[in-house]
């Protein structure tokens, strides 16, 4: 992450003049053209008419645009979500579809107003760059049907001879000019170069190539307002919930680490809560307007951000573009070869794989490292909702297991004679077991204190397990002290009645350090 956050520098200024009005319009009409093969790939993977990827395109990009909480993002219908609505299509129609996109946009609200999005901090590094290498694989997986063609037969077929050559070579013609022309200048978005050059290569020389008019007509006119014709029962809302807490789920996950991606590649910050809220907020409109929902896109928002826009104007601009394309300027868009929207998403590609994270490999921990590919292959051959959940999973239980072991105590002898156990770590469910091991109930004096300055009852196990080791002492004819136990834990451990005794006047704050005459002879560890 910071190999690219260096290779793409914050612009320094913001401000509102000609020059930034026109770097931010320059690079909407480049994610706007960047847009139109995606929306309509992914309503094909949906099941649904072109046009339905495209209104959704356009308004969660709109929406999003003006209200979310990380200006130069950009939003739009995603595969990610598409695979999910394919089955609800299929088996229920599109009215279903619209009616669950509604519903999944009062989801998004909701946890927008909880201000739940915060909790995309507990995501570790290591799922973030999974994230980003997996969503880059899968960006360059989707290219590659691009280089198939129909077999005659309902099927279709690699790409051979004469057109594939054509194909490759228009699409390594636009690689190179995004490579080099920011070499020369940065005055014009090397994207929209590269598309431009292409294009006008093609049409000038009359080139047989696939063009975006060859993959479908994205003629139309404006979105009309459109309630779901579904009944409003119980039933529908058995049919379309489920769907629509998945969709919700996976839209936000992909949305908010887009965001923190976005966030680091600029050096600025992010509203999670904000951005949820203006998710959830699009797909109500989208719902209404006969779209299929959307979320970040972090292909066009690397494109966006490379282009050298940082403010809301350029996602406002590619949502309106986008609109014109489909209103009034069909037949121009039409004609843009596919190559140069390949060539485009492939520098995508390449610019969002954490190349860095390959070089670390052998000097991170061995469970980052898994956690790594581990996210990287499920976002690849599952959906990143699941992949996130994988690796968070992981990666908890794997900071459970070493925070287990750290559990230990240091034995000393109080100047009433009283034996002394001084706790250091979590008390918690993975660390039970150790924390028994650590006493020698048989052989311990009348009086023990466990003392718990260093240490902290983490959850119910805990005070479980010191219950049970005061229930021991007991029917051994001890008596088992606590001291400096926080004062939650104090409430949480009234079960334990008489068979303990807490301190509660010995810093019970933690504020002052007492000496109470204690000797420490050596430390003890659980086995």
Known sequence: MTARAEAIPPVQSTKLNA??????????????????????????????NPLVGLYAAFFVGLIT????????????????????????????GVEYLFATVVLMGIIQVLVGLLRWGKFIRMVPHP??????????????????????????????TWMTG?????????????????????KITKAFPAPLAGILVVSALVLGFNLDTRTVGDIASIAGGLPTFHVPMVPLTLETLQIILPYAIILSAIGLIESLLTLNLVADLTNTKGGASKECVAQGASNIVTGFFGGMGGCAMIGQSMINVKSGARTRISGIAAALFLLSFIVVASSLIEQIPVAALIGVMFMVVIGTFAWASLKIMHKIPLTDALVMIVVTCVTVYADLAVAVVVGVIISA????????????????????????YRLSGPLFFGSTT???????????????????????????????V?????????????????????PDCQKLLQKAGNLVEVSVLEDPDYEVAVDYGETFEKPAKSN
């Open 19 to 48: 020059s930034r009005i026109k770097i931010e319009l320059l690079a909407g009409l480049t994610v706007a053209l960047a847009l139109v093969p995606e929306a309509v790939a992914f309503a094909f993977v949906a099941g649904v």
């Open 65 to 92: 645009a003006c209200f979310g909480g990380r200006p130069g993002m950009i939003s739009g219908a995603t595969g990610a979500l598409a695979v999910v609505m394919v089955t609800l299509v299929a088996r229920h």
């Open 127 to 156: 799922v973030m760059l999974g994230f980003v290498n997996g969503l880059a694989i899968v960006i360059f997986l989707a290219q590659l049907g691009q280089f198939k063609v129909d077999d005659g037969a309902g099927g279709q």
């Open 162 to 182: 004469s057109q594939l050559y054509m194909m490759l070579g228009l699409v390594a013609l636009t690689m190179a000019v995004i490579w080099f022309l920011p």
């Open 397 to 420: 239980l794997a900071y459970a297991w070493n925070a287990a072991s750290r559990i230990s105590a240091r034995v000393g002898t109080s100047k009433e004679g009283w034996k002394v």
């Open 434 to 464: 150790g924390f028994n091991d650590l006493f020698d109930i048989q052989n311990d004096p009348e009086d023990v204190v466990v003392d718990f300055m260093d240490s902290r009852v983490v959850d119910h196990s805990g005070l479980e």
């Open 466 to 486: 010191i219950d049970a080791l005061a229930s021991k002492y007991e029917a051994a004819g001890k008596r088992l002290h606590l001291r400096h136990l926080s």
